[in-house]
C-alpha cells in the first residue's frame, strides 16, 4: 500500500487581505471614547436582563440572570414552576463563543448532533433538545425568528433556553422547548467597550459596543462587528461575516419609553459537508465484495470534500419598534413591532459513501480510491416576518392572595419564497481522491431551474397568564394561548425526480405544478402549575404543560407526501411535560441551584402500518430524565455555570427510529454535562476552563450498509486566563480542547459523513473597557 499523505490546501481566493485586517483591528480599537462605563443594570425598563450589577469600584462577573425577559413570565427563576436556563454575555463572551450555536453548550443536552440527510447538508443552527429538532423554535426577543442560518452574538445581552413544551408562551413550537435571544439595546449609562481576538486556523474578528446619553432620558447604542476567519481543524472552510446593529432609547426615565433597533448582517461562509465515517468505529464496508473498504484507515478530519466554488451568504435584517407604557409599578403596557428578513443563498458540493460512490482501481491501494461528489445541494431562500405583538401585566389583590396576570395579543404573518437551483448543461462534479481532495476543480455549471415555492402563515394569538400567591408559601400558576392559523403553500419542481410531479406527456426534468395546499386550524395550549416556598430563598413546584406542531409550523412549507408530518391532512402533533422540581438560592440571589425530574410524552407521530403499508396518526414518543444545573458565583471572585441531564428515549408505539432497532430516539446523548468556572485573583489575574461530556448518539434507520450505528462518547476540556493591565485593558486567551480528543460532533443519518469535533486550538482576545 502505498504511503498516504494529508495535503493541506491552500487558502481560496477568498483569503483575508491586510486590507481586511486593518478594517477589523480599526473596527476593534477605533471606537469613540465614552464616559465612565457602568454595569448594565438601568433605568430605562423594567427589562429583566439582568446580566450586569453595579457595585462601586468593581465590575461584578454575572453568567445567569434572575429572571427572564419575557413579561408572560411574572416571577423570578427562583419561583418559576419550569427548567429554564439562563445564559448571559460574560459567560459566552468569557469562552470566545461567537454564533448561538457556540454558547449553547453551556447548557446540557442541546447541540447541533445532526448533519442532516443524505446529500442535505444542515447548515447554521440546526438545534436539537431533548431528542428533537427544534430549530423552528429559535426567537429574537420574544418574535419567532426563522432560517436555516448561523445567528452571531455580538449583539446578545442574554439566551434563554426553555425546556418543555413552550406552546402556551410562543405558539407553535417544538415539543421540547425553545430558545430566545435577548438583544442590546440603548440604555442611560455612557460605555465603550470594543475587544479584538485572533487565533488557531487564521481566526480574525472585531466587536465594538457604544452607548451614549443624549438630551434627557435617551440614549442610543450601536454594536459592531467583523469577522474573517478559518475554522480550527478544518481545511479550507470559512466563517466570514459582519454586522451593525443600533438602538435608539426615548424618554427611558419617564413612564412611556419607546426603542427602536435595527440590525444587519451579512455572511460570506464556504461551508462545510463533513468528513466520511470511513474506518470510524462501528464502520464496515459498504460493499460486501470489497471487504477491503472496512479495513482501510480513516481519513484526516482535515480534509475538506467540497470545492473552492462552494458558498453559503446569507443577509439578514431586523427593525424593531418597542413602546412601553408604565401605569404604576404594577401595571405596564407594552407593544412591539417588528419586520425581520433573512436570506440564504447556498451550494454545497455533498457526498455519500455508499458502494457505488466509492472507486477502488487497487484495493490494495487506499491512496488510489476517490470519492464520487455527485450530490451538489442548493438552496436560495427568504424567510419573512411582520408582527405586532401588545402584552399587558398587571397586579390585583392585597393581602394573603395577589394575582400577577400577564395577557396579550399577538398578529403575525410569516412568509416563505424559494427559488429552484441546479445542475445545468450535464455538468459533472470532479470526484476527490479519498484520502487526497482537491478543492480546486473546474468545470461546474449551475444555475436556476425555473422552479420554486411560496408559504404563509397568518397567525392571531391570544393568552392569559395568572400566578396566583397565597401567604407567603404557596403559589399557583396557570396559562391558556389560543392560535388561530391559516397556512398556504404552493411549489413547482422538475417532474420525474426525487419529490417531483410525475410527467405524463411532458419531458424529464420539466418544471411543473406540484404541491398546492393549505392548511388553517386552532391551537389550544395551557399550563398549569404549583408551588411551595419552604423557605424566602427555596422553592419545591410540579408543573404540566402541553404544545403543539401544525403541520409546516416548523418551515412553512407543507407536503403532499403520505409519510410526512407537513401533510395538511394530519393534525398537529401533540407533547405534554410533567416537571417536578426544586430551586435553591444563595449568597443573596448571586448563586441558584437546580434540579428536576421531568417526562416527555409526543403523539400524532406518523407511522406506516405493517399490514397495509398505509401511514396513520398513532405513534408516540417519550423522553424523560433529570437536569441539575448550578448558576452564578460561589463568591465574590469564584463564578460557576455547570448543568447535567440524564435523556432517557423511547419510542412507544411505530417501528423503531435507530439504525440498530433499537427503541431509543436518534441524536440524543443519554447523558449530557457541562460546567464553565473561573476565578478571579485580586491582582488583576483570571484563571478558570470548563469540561463537556456528550453520551454516545444513535443515528437515524434507513437503508446504508456498512456505516456506523452510532457515536461514541466524549469529554472535551478547555481552559482559559485572562490578566487586567489597567483599569479598561484586559488580555484573554482561551484554549480549546486542551487534550487534543478525537470525537465525531454531529453525524448525517445514514452515517456516511460526520462533522469532526474541533481539536486543541487557541484564541487572543484584547479587550476595551471604559
Excluded at 36 to 53: C, F, I, P, Q
Excluded at 203 to 221: C, E, I, P, V, Y
Excluded at 548 to 573: R, T, V, Y
Aim: glycine share 10%.
Amino acid at each position: 500500500m502505498s504511503h498516504i499523505k494529508s495535503r493541506k490546501h491552500p487558502r481560496p481566493s477568498t483569503a483575508r487581505s491586510l486590507g481586511t485586517a486593518s478594517l477589523l483591528t480599526g473596527l476593534a480599537l477605533a471606537t469613540p471614547l465614552a464616559a465612565h462605563a457602568t454595569g448594565e443594570v438601568s433605568a430605562d425598563s423594567d427589562t429583566k436582563t439582568l446580566d450586569h450589577v453595579e457595585v462601586v469600584g468593581q465590575r461584578v462577573k454575572r453568567y445567569g440572570a434572575d429572571e427572564v425577559s419575557s413579561p408572560k413570565f411574572t416571577q423570578p427563576l427562583l419561583d418559576t414552576t419550569q427548567t429554564i436556563q439562563v445564559i448571559g454575555s460574560d459567560l459566552f463572551n468569557e469562552q470566545g463563543a461567537t454564533s448561538l450555536t457556540e454558547a449553547l453548550r453551556n447548557s446540557p443536552g442541546v447541540g447541533t448532533f445532526y448533519v442532516g440527510e443524505n446529500g442535505n447538508t444542515t447548515t447554521g443552527d440546526a438545534i436539537y433538545m431533548r431528542g428533537f429538532d427544534s430549530s423552528g423554535s429559535i426567537f429574537v426577543d420574544g418574535v419567532r425568528d426563522l432560517g436555516s442560518i448561523t445567528r452571531d452574538v455580538f449583539n446578545i445581552e442574554q439566551i434563554e433556553v426553555e425546556k418543555g413544551p413552550a406552546g402556551t408562551d410562543t405558539g407553535r413550537s417544538s415539543p421540547t422547548g425553545a430558545i430566545n435571544l435577548v438583544t442590546k439595546r440603548a440604555r442611560l449609562a455612557d460605555a465603550t467597550s470594543a475587544s479584538l481576538s485572533f487565533g488557531t486556523d487564521d481566526q480574525l474578528r472585531a466587536t465594538a459596543d457604544w452607548n451614549q446619553t443624549f438630551g434627557t432620558g435617551n440614549a442610543f447604542r450601536i454594536n459592531l462587528m467583523a469577522q474573517d476567519s478559518g475554522v480550527p481543524g478544518r481545511d479550507v472552510v470559512e466563517r466570514n461575516r459582519w454586522g451593525i446593529a443600533t438602538s435608539f432609547g426615548f424618554g427611558l426615565d419617564g413612564d412611556t419609553r419607546i426603542h427602536l433597533d435595527l440590525s444587519h448582517v451579512e455572511q460570506n461562509n464556504l461551508p462545510d459537508g463533513g468528513v466520511p465515517t470511513i474506518g470510524l468505529p462501528g464502520y464496515s464496508s459498504p460493499d460486501p465484495t470489497r471487504p477491503e473498504i472496512g479495513q482501510a484507515p480513516t481519513v484526516d478530519p482535515e480534509n475538506f470534500y467540497g470545492t473552492l466554488k462552494d458558498y453559503d451568504d446569507v443577509t439578514a435584517d431586523m427593525l424593531t419598534l418597542n413602546i412601553e407604557h408604565r401605569f404604576s409599578d404594577e401595571t405596564v403596557l407594552r407593544n412591539t413591532t417588528r419586520w425581520g428578513r433573512s436570506h440564504q443563498d447556498y451550494m454545497l458540493t455533498a457526498f455519500m459513501g455508499g458502494s457505488g460512490n466509492i472507486d477502488t482501481p487497487d484495493l490494495a491501494d487506499p491512496g488510489s480510491w476517490t470519492l464520487t461528489r455527485n450530490l451538489p445541494t442548493f438552496k436560495d431562500q427568504r424567510y419573512s416576518i411582520a408582527t405586532n405583538q401588545t402584552s399587558l401585566t398587571t397586579r390585583l389583590g392585597s393581602g394573603d392572595v395577589v394575582h400577577d396576570l400577564s395577557t396579550g395579543l399577538e398578529i403575525t404573518r410569516e412568509e416563505l419564497d424559494s427559488a429552484g437551483v441546479g445542475v445545468r448543461g450535464g455538468s459533472a462534479w470532479p470526484v476527490a481522491n479519498l484520502y487526497r481532495p482537491d478543492a480546486d476543480v473546474s468545470g461546474l455549471d449551475w444555475g436556476s431551474t425555473g422552479a420554486g415555492a411560496d408559504g404563509r402563515t397568518d397567525t392571531i394569538a391570544v393568552y392569559l397568564f395568572d400566578t396566583m400567591k397565597v401567604g407567603d408559601r404557596w403559589q399557583f400558576n396557570g396559562g391558556l394561548r389560543l392560535d388561530r392559523y391559516d397556512s398556504a403553500f404552493s411549489n413547482t419542481a422538475p417532474c420525474g425526480g426525487r419529490g417531483g410531479p410525475a410527467c405524463g406527456s411532458a419531458p424529464a426534468g420539466t418544471v411543473l405544478p406540484n404541491v398546492d395546499a393549505d392548511s388553517s386550524d386552532t391551537l389550544f395550549n395551557w399550563k398549569v402549575g404549583a408551588l411551595f416556598k419552604p423557605t424566602p430563598a427555596s422553592s419545591l413546584y410540579a408543573n404540566y404543560a402541553i404544545s403543539q406542531q401544525p403541520p409546516g409550523g416548523a418551515s412553512l412549507e407543507l407536503s403532499g407526501s403520505a409519510n410526512n408530518a407537513n401533510n395538511p391532512i394530519f393534525d398537529p402533533q401533540e407533547a405534554s411535560t410533567a416537571e417536578i422540581g426544586a430551586k435553591w438560592s444563595f449568597s443573596e440571589d448571586a448563586l441558584l441551584l437546580s434540579a428536576a425530574l421531568y417526562d416527555t410524552t409526543i403523539e400524532n407521530e406518523i407511522v406506516q402500518d405493517p399490514v397495509d403499508q398505509q401511514y396513520y396518526q398513532n405513534g408516540e414518543k417519550r423522553v424523560r430524565g433529570i437536569e441539575i444545573s448550578a448558576v452564578g458565583q460561589i463568591t465574590e471572585a469564584w463564578s460557576v455555570s455547570a448543568g447535567f441531564t440524564t435523556m432517557d428515549t423511547e419510542v412507544v408505539e411505530g417501528p423503531p427510529v435507530a439504525v440498530d432497532g433499537s427503541d431509543e430516539l436518534t441524536y440524543t446523548p443519554d447523558k449530557a454535562f457541562t460546567a464553565w468556572s473561573t476565578y478571579q485573583f485580586p491582582f488583576g489575574l483570571t484563571v478558570g476552563g470548563g469540561a463537556r461530556y456528550s453520551g454516545q448518539l444513535e443515528r437515524g434507520r434507513d437503508g446504508a450498509v456498512g456505516t456506523p450505528a452510532y457515536t461514541e462518547d466524549y469529554w472535551v476540556f478547555d481552559a482559559v486566563a485572562s490578566y487586567a493591565f489597567g483599569p479598561n485593558w484586559d488580555v484573554r486567551l482561551n484554549v480549546y480542547n486542551v487534550f487534543d480528543e478525537e470525537y465525531v460532533a454531529a453525524i448525517n443519518k445514514s452515517g456516511y459523513r460526520y462533522t469532526p469535533g474541533q481539536p486543541r486550538s487557541a484564541l487572543v482576545t484584547l479587550n476595551y473597557r471604559f
